[in-house]
């Protein structure tokens, strides 16, 4: 796979050059008359309306002009135009300044808050759901934010507002054509049914082919077709009181990426029986140590597609992903003088299946011969009759859960210098997850069913290899409330308190091949609360300039680590996360507000941070949930726009992150099934006993990242025109704690995006490129597997050049 640094190909600055063509051609006075200052924008950061340059917290938010203009429509999008922010493929992994979550097991907590319509959600795949095609706004907030949301964000938040009921009609269309066989339909309707009743209604259509390629049927994979639909009605009782019903249906089936994995395969035969003082028990042949199914690659005809061209694969199947999502929420506002009461109450369904090759190998391609595996002297196919039994190996994943939440907020609107805002949270989850790894070939189960026997393990009768059920229901209560005190004209003091509890209760049943005697179940339950709080100055040094400091807390729950492939009874269970947060900023409007500028730099303070670490238990290296006692973080973040005439503007986002673990240590039992260890000393210390990780960074967090764009608009002929350009740059990040370049490192990339924009009363037409010099590269990798040697289904690549013209009409 490339990886192309920092260089800057020469076709992409040629492919940029169209972009000013326009510009170059016409004379001054065909443009048009543009802006004299650079627009305010509006937030709700503070849980009230603000000004973005008078919030003082460290936020990047995205209005929908600006989604639009960039064509910024899908997570990653969104990560390379805000500082230290980090998303992966898998959507589950958001990360915010080092603070993300190292664990998708139920029974850990999210390290950042997401908010849908004010609505806290786990399910980061509603970034990919409409393109942001009825998004009003995206809000990404730097730092703990427990003193003003219902969910303890200890590192940030992230809030997604759509376009709400408006007291005039509005419509709009979209029609998107692209490469890839890419096509969107999309539309929106907005306003007044009655005096006092309004709605809006949106729905999106979304399909494109496939970026992978299986290379025996031709079959295209991680592809994308996804359906949506949003009601949203408003009523007025009077002019103090109105209400707000939403409901919403996403429906999203897929053929996904089969992993982009591009080890070569390792083709030997295995025979070497470890040690009996390694501990591991399963030394049967054609295995690597301590593993517990065969080799799959053993005899394999052909080398990895995948190390020449990163977008093929081998599979034996076509692999399907579903998500399947329906959520309503009422929301109630009154109005009480200079006083207001909200309530907004929510329930959300979440259904999802996935099914996907696990040895990422074709059966028409094996070699796979039992007779060249020997006990002994004997070959195994002499012992069972069974010969060429190529394994047919696949991940199948399943989750059900549904969610409630209550969130009561009194809060005030005052002239005076004090005003606050104070609520009571309720947050329930029930939730069902599902793994397990099958063995599609009859004829390979027969023979593990066979050696299993002879060393008195168990096998399946159903095919499994691995299986995995578990359950957890989580109750969240919290109260709390934040004040600000304009104790003069430049000076303001605020205070947030906040107390929650976490309870958690919930079990898993798994089943290991040649693990334990069989089903092992287990059960957890317990409970933890935490009081926080957040003091922050502010001052107003002179029109639109500010300073702001902070200091606060932050706080994520215990937890578990459910079905882990062990045969113990024992569940993995950590203690809270908590951090102390320093925070000074800058923000401001210079030179007549044509330059907006916003800075700030941040200390971490952890204690107990959680983490994963590995463990070897009979001979098999195990993930396991626990803390690191201590660790920090420090960084800077700086977001700059500029009006450089009434024509041009341009912007920039830079982000430096330090992060380092100071007492942390583990075993990397992973590394002991790969490289050179992979043929058998799970003796060798790398192996058996913990290594100091004290000066490692963080997972998902690189040290560097960076954008810069810049955009036109000008009238030519009949129609008015815009332009934009944008470079992003996102640099070495480490996927694990190791920080092992070998198997954990995503080298740095970056990207070249451009657009061009014609509109003509109520009609636009917009042609946009991403990754202009079709460079794909590392997004998420997950360590190869201590039993097949791949890299995870997960492991992510970001997507090709992409193109497409949008036609839209918008009244």
């Not at 001052?539 to 459910?562: D, P």
Request: aromatic share 12%; proline share 4%.
């Amino acid at each position: 796979m490339k990886q192309h640094g920092n260089a800057l190909p020469r076709r992409a600055i040629w492919a940029n050059l169209w972009l000013l063509a326009p510009l170059l051609t016409n004379t001054p006075t065909a443009w048009s008359q543009g802006a004299s200052q650079l627009e305010e924008v509006i937030v709700t950061a503070n849980r009230r309306q603000s000004s973005l340059l008078d919030t003082p917290i460290a936020i990047s938010a995205f209005d929908a002009a600006t989604l639009g203009k960039f064509s910024i429509n899908s997570a990653q999008d969104l990560v390379a135009r805000t500082p230290s922010l980090s998303m992966t493929g898998t959507p589950s992994k958001v990360s915010i300044r080092g603070v993300g979550r190292p664990n998708n097991a139920l029974g850990s907590d999210p390290g950042v808050a997401l908010y849908s319509d004010g609505v806290y959600t786990t399910e980061a795949g509603l970034f990919e759901y409409t393109n942001m095609f009825d998004t009003d706004r995206v809000e990404v907030l730097r730092g703990p934010q427990g003193t003003l949301y219902g969910r303890n964000a200890v590192g940030g938040a992230i809030n997604i507002i759509s376009m709400g009921p408006t007291i005039t009609w509005k419509s709009k269309v979209n029609l998107e054509l692209g490469n890839y066989d890419y096509q969107a339909l999309q539309g929106l309707i907005s306003g007044p049914i009655t005096d006092q009743l309004s709605m809006v209604a949106a729905a999106s259509s979304i399909k494109r082919s496939g970026f992978q390629e299986e290379v025996t049927s031709g079959e295209d994979f991680d592809d994308k077709d996804t359906r949506y639909l949003r009601l949203s009605f408003k009523y007025h009782w009077n002019n103090l009181w109105y209400s707000r019903i939403q409901f919403s249906d996403v429906d999203l089936n897929r053929r996904p990426s089969n992993g982009y994995r591009t080890l070569p395969f390792n083709t030997d035969y295995l025979q070497i029986v470890p040690d009996a003082s390694s501990g591991a028990p399963l030394n049967l042949p054609g295995t690597f140590p301590g593993q517990n199914f065969v080799n799959f690659h053993q005899g394999y005809t052909k080398s990895n597609a995948a190390i020449s061209d990163e977008s093929k694969t081998q599979s034996d199947i076509i692999p399907v992903e579903s998500t399947d999502t329906r959520s309503v929420y009422l929301l109630n506002e009154i109005a009480l003088g200079n006083y207001r009461l909200k309530h907004l109450a929510s329930y959300y369904e979440y259904d999802y299946a996935k099914r996907v090759d696990n040895d990422a190998t074709n059966a028409a391609d094996a070699g796979f011969s039992w007779s060249e595996i020997f006990l002994g002297n004997t070959p195994v196919s002499a012992l069972t009759g069974i010969d060429h039994a190529p394994p047919m190996v696949t991940d199948n994943t399943a989750q059900e859960a549904n969610f409630t939440s209550q969130d009561l907020q009194f809060y005030s609107e005052l002239d005076g210098a004090i005003n606050f805002v104070s609520g009571l949270y309720y947050y329930r989850s029930d939730e069902e997850q599902f793994f397990a790894v099958r063995e599609d070939n009859d004829d390979v189960m027969a023979v593990y069913a066979f050696l299993g026997n002879l060393v008195g393990r168990n096998t399946s009768t159903e095919n499994w290899l691995y299986r995995g059920n578990s359950n957890l229901i989580t109750t969240t209560y919290a109260a709390y409330g934040q004040g600000t005190w304009d104790f003069s004209s430049q000076w303001r003091l605020t205070a947030g308190l906040r107390y929650s509890q976490d309870d958690k209760d919930g079990g898993d049943t798994t089943f290991v091949q040649w693990v334990g005697d069989g089903d092992i179940s287990r059960k957890a339950k317990d409970n933890w609360d935490s009081v926080d709080w957040r003091l922050g100055l502010d001052y107003t040094f002179m029109s639109g300039q500010m300073l702001y400091g902070s200091l606060a807390t932050g706080y994520r729950s215990g937890g578990f680590n459910f079905m882990k492939p062990t045969a113990s009874t024992d569940v993995d269970r950590v203690a809270p996360e908590d951090l102390l947060s320093l925070e000074l900023g800058y923000k401001g409007a210079l030179i007549d507000n044509r330059l907006q500028l916003a800075a700030a730099a941040y200390f971490y303070d952890y204690q107990d941070l959680q983490v994963i670490r590995q463990d070897v238990v009979n001979g098999v290296a195990l993930r396991s949930f626990s803390n690191a006692d201590e660790a920090h973080a420090y960084g800077i973040e700086v977001e700059a726009t500029a009006l450089l005439n009434q024509y041009l503007s341009a912007g920039a986002a830079w982000s430096w992150n330090q992060t380092s673990y100071d007492e942390f240590a583990s075993t990397d039992a992973n590394a002991c099934a790969l490289g050179p260890l992979a043929q058998g000393n799970s003796d060798d210390p790398l192996c058996t006993e913990k290594q100091n990780l004290e000066g490692n960074s963080f997972p998902l967090t690189p040290e560097h990242k960076f954008s810069l764009w810049a955009s036109a608009q000008w009238e030519w002929q009949w129609a008015q025109m815009s332009a934009s350009v944008s470079y992003m740059y996102v640099g070495d990040q480490y996927m694990s704690p190791f920080n092992l370049d070998e198997y954990d490192k995503v080298k740095a990339w970056d990207r070249w995006d451009s657009q061009l924009s014609a509109s003509y009363g109520p009609w636009s037409m917009t042609a946009f490129v991403k990754n202009i010099a079709d460079e794909r590269n590392w997004i998420f990798r997950e360590r190869p597997s201590s039993v097949t040697h791949n890299y995870g289904p997960g492991t992510q690549l970001s997507a090709p050049r992409t193109w497409g013209l949008r036609l839209s009409h918008e009244l």
